[in-house]
């Protein structure tokens, strides 16, 4: 393990749940999550205002605490995004990624009225009342227009190298024709990144877009930002993630969330090296094993030699002497006139 995994700099750490939380999870800190989206849907799409639908952290079980640190939002044009921070790996992560996405979908359709009240909040600025909403809602709708979905986008930041991807930072997923590979509903779009990936040093960096995922990849480690991230954005980001900025009560819970973090990283690398030490071992015995079992084969082939000589000297014939060693007379022949 690096050393550097376990050092506390003058940042919080993201790939804590309160770090994340901190960076991307809270009013005050909205401005960087949109930046950040924006830039992995550069060319595509433009978010200029979002809502957290959930501000805690909805895993599905205690087994998830310290794993997965999820933000639920929804953007002033109606997308429906999941940001999630994934710590470290765990077998079926791609089915997992894909429930969530289908739950996010699912739920348009049973809480159709409470997504239009959200959907006007983000345009008029202000929430709604029950009265207000009953008085604008429009008269019934068809039924098929009750499946007329958003576009829900699953943004999946990966602290781990998943083997159901290919050996790349960022993986993009969308439902495709198999042959043309033509989009066939623009409403599905998981994008994947995983951070082990991301080697670009900041000299490299030349886009908004690297800088950010550079940051959050190295932050941890700095005690100030570096003199080439000048944006307005990284201004805000040292402000809001500088540990020493945290309340007394986000200190507390950043501590031990950090000491979550180191060790379920100690508890993974001592895995990792028992797992070798014992394939080690394994590797080893094997190799007696097959050394030892060699060797006998090897001396009995020398003792079926020498008799085969013996049995020739004293006057027997090829076919008496195979049938004496087990050699077969070809062997024979080539033994006894070596």
């Not at 003058?10 to 949109?34: C, M, R, W, Y």
């Not at 433009?46 to 205690?62: A, G, P, Q, T, W």
């Not at 999946?156 to 790349?168: S, Y």
Request: overall charge negative; proline content about 2%.
């Amino acid at each position: 393990m690096d050393n550097m995994d376990l050092t506390c700099g003058h940042f919080v750490n993201p790939f804590t749940d309160i770090g994340f939380k901190i960076i991307f999870g809270q009013p005050a800190s909205k401005e960087l999550l949109i930046t950040l989206l924006n830039e992995l849907l550069a060319g595509e799409h433009r978010i200029e205002n979002l809502i957290f639908l959930d501000k805690e952290n909805h895993s599905d079980s205690m087994a998830d605490a310290g794993i997965i640190y999820d933000l639920y939002c929804l953007t002033d044009t109606g997308e429906y995004i999941i940001v999630e921070m994934q710590n470290r790996f765990h077998s079926s992560f791609l089915d997992r990624t894909l429930f969530y996405m289908c739950r996010a979908i699912g739920r348009q359709v049973e809480n159709l009225r409470e997504k239009r009240r959200k959907e006007r909040e983000l345009q008029t600025g202000k929430p709604e009342t029950e009265e207000d909403f009953l008085l604008s809602e429009p008269m019934q709708e068809n039924y098929g227009s009750r499946y007329k979905l958003s576009t829900v986008y699953g943004i999946f930041l990966m602290n781990f190298r998943e083997p159901g991807l290919e050996e790349k930072f960022r993986t993009d997923t969308v439902i495709a024709d198999r042959e043309s590979g033509k989009v066939v509903n623009p409403h599905f779009r998981q994008i994947f990144l995983q951070f082990p990936y991301f080697t670009k040093e900041l000299k490299d960096c030349e886009t908004l877009y690297d800088k950010l995922i550079y940051t959050l990849k190295n932050m941890q480690h700095w005690n100030r930002m570096p003199d080439a991230l000048k944006e307005q954005v990284f201004s805000r980001l040292e402000e809001l993630a500088a540990v020493a900025n945290l309340s007394l009560e986000d200190r507390i819970a950043y501590d031990k969330a950090l000491d979550r973090y180191r060790v379920s990283r100690i508890v993974e690398e001592d895995a990792r090296e028992a797992g070798w030490k014992k394939g080690l071992a394994e590797g080893r015995a094997e190799g007696r094993a097959e050394g030892r079992a060699e060797g006998l084969a090897e001396g009995q082939a020398k003792e079926k030699v020498a008799i085969a000589r013996n049995l020739k000297s004293l006057g027997l014939s090829t076919a008496q002497i195979a049938q004496a060693t087990g050699l077969t007379e070809e062997e024979v022949e080539s033994t006894v006139n070596n």
